[in-house]
């Protein structure tokens, strides 16, 4: 987007988050645009397409979610469990406040728009590495390549339970993570290696 004021930018997804976090999936680019004062053209111009905006939407909100979960599962110094409870609940109290935009982006967005599918994709596995090259480095998972099918399943998991949860508003949050670190502690531990080993011998 070289020549374009990254203010008026900033504003546009300011007024696209507002009509998004009232409509959900629903919200349209007129009213994205009616939002931000513009004509669609003009939205779309500071994008490229629909497309750019969807994927700079993208950006902004799973950076953050990112940003806000790093600090959990990176505590120095604090077990397993504990860094999984705190990255699994602020994961679950962000989309359960942000469900609109939660919604947007992961159903109308990516169902919409092939490139907006794929760079969402490539974010959560960027997220699935970090995880696993520190699974790794702290010799929580020795084996690297074990590490990293970890942690891409860890977060595939997380995802898609807080997906289901978001339906299911009557199950209690603390059920649901105790459930993800139960499992998470489980396919980390010793006992539970050295098993899928034989398992995979005999």
């Avoid at 645009?33 to 500071?46: C, E, F, M, N, T």
């Avoid at 609940?89 to 169902?111: G, M, P, Q, T, V």
């Avoid at 790794?136 to 399943?153: I, M, S």
């Amino acid at each position: 987007m070289s020549g374009r004021d990254p203010g008026r930018r900033r504003a546009l997804l300011d007024a696209a988050d507002t009509v998004i976090m009232r409509d959900g999936p629903e919200a349209s680019m007129a009213a994205i645009a009616a939002a931000a004062g513009v004509s669609k053209p003009i939205l779309y111009r500071h994008f490229r397409d629909k497309s750019g905006l969807y994927q700079a939407l993208a950006d902004r909100h799973v950076h953050m979610v990112i940003a806000q979960l790093r600090p959990g599962f990176t505590e120095a110094g604090a077990d397993l469990r504990h860094r999984a409870t705190t990255t699994i609940a602020a994961y679950l109290e962000l989309i359960s406040a942000n469900r609109n935009l939660y919604r947007f982006l992961f159903h109308r967005a990516s169902a919409e728009d092939t490139r907006t599918r794929s760079h969402m994709t490539s974010l959560g596995r960027s997220l699935g590495e970090e995880l696993g090259e520190r699974l790794a480095a702290e010799r929580v998972v020795p084996d690297p390549v074990r590490a990293q099918v970890l942690g891409h399943a860890f977060v595939g998991m997380v995802q898609t339970t807080g997906e289901w949860w978001l339906e299911h508003p009557e199950v209690d949050r603390a059920r649901v993570v105790e459930g993800l670190v139960e499992v998470i502690a489980a396919a980390v531990s010793p006992r539970s290696g050295t098993a899928s080993h034989a398992a995979g011998r005999s």
